[in-house]
């Protein structure tokens, strides 16, 4: 996807800005943050070092995952359509790893097959809640598998499928993307709010008020990111697609992949699964 037609689709609704909401993101990176996403790459790909491996960040956003995955030893590229979330992981690369040979980062589509052709193949595949944002959420999936060498993994991220809850925060989405900035910004925050308001309430009357409020007060815990980021983020990311765990298991192992293990989401958020491509 070129810049021109990202622009084109954020001036008219059709696309969230991501790079934006990062660039505001960066302010608050600090050590903790980094150990805080390098720690949740560890426990999903089942290894304390990446050292000699190669990695591809499909829709690197702030950049954080490449620096963790960078700082574990890996050798990594680094791609995002869009140019303010190339801009976020330059800026990143440049302060932790300045001239460093071993992280690239580039501009580049999920989409574009004819350009991931040319990158080669790796040993980690890495891309998190980025997929469902093409437009062409299984395209994106199997050009992102097509990426992974024998024996290699992949770790994705996608949105569950919560049936007609998606589809309403389909039309909340869209909604929120024909506001203007400050008008957007407020509805959703509201949207968000209630959102939170209305789980906790949910929880509260079942009498397990904690299981609503703890990650919202372990927030900073959850792969480093941050509420307000992530609540823009959320309201926000258009386009905007789903699957159920079953449809991506399936979709995988009938690729030729094994499911190596996974934390399913169960109302709002993303399933968490990773895959290892047969020998």
């Not at 060498?149 to 869209?174: C, V």
């Not at 900035?181 to 397990?208: D, E, H, Q, R, S």
């Amino acid at each position: 996807m070129s810049a021109t037609k990202f622009a084109e689709e954020r001036l008219s609704g059709e696309r969230f800005g991501f790079g934006d909401n990062w660039k505001d993101f960066l302010g608050l990176l600090d050590e903790d943050r980094v150990t805080q996403a390098e720690k949740s790459l560890v426990a999903m790909l089942g290894t304390d070092s990446l050292a000699g491996k190669r990695m591809i960040d499909i829709g690197s956003g702030s950049g954080l995952f490449s620096l963790a995955a960078r700082r574990l030893g890996a050798e990594v590229h680094s791609i995002d359509f869009d140019p303010s979330s190339v801009w976020c992981t330059r800026s990143l690369r440049d302060r932790f790893f300045p001239d460093d040979a071993q992280w690239t980062v580039a501009e580049g589509s999920a989409l574009d097959s004819d350009h991931l052709r040319t990158l080669g193949t790796f040993d980690v595949v890495y891309s998190w809640g980025v997929l469902h944002h093409t437009g062409e959420m299984w395209t994106g999936i199997q050009n992102a598998a097509s990426m992974v060498r024998p024996s290699g993994l992949f770790y994705l991220a996608i949105y569950n499928d919560q049936g007609w809850k998606s589809h309403l925060w389909w039309l909340i989405k869209k909604f929120y993307n024909s506001l203007p900035g400050p008008l957007a910004t407020a509805f959703a925050w509201t949207v968000g709010l209630a959102a939170n308001a209305f789980n906790i309430l949910k929880y509260t009357l079942k009498l397990k008020p904690m299981i609503a409020i703890r990650p919202l007060i372990d927030y900073r815990k959850q792969r480093g990111m941050n509420f307000s980021h992530d609540l823009i983020d959320w309201i926000g990311g258009f386009p905007f697609e789903f699957a159920t765990y079953e449809a991506l298991v399936h979709f995988l192992e009938t690729a030729g992949f094994e499911h190596v293990r996974g934390t399913r989401a169960t109302s709002l958020g993303c399933h968490e699964i990773v895959f290892r491509k047969s020998a």
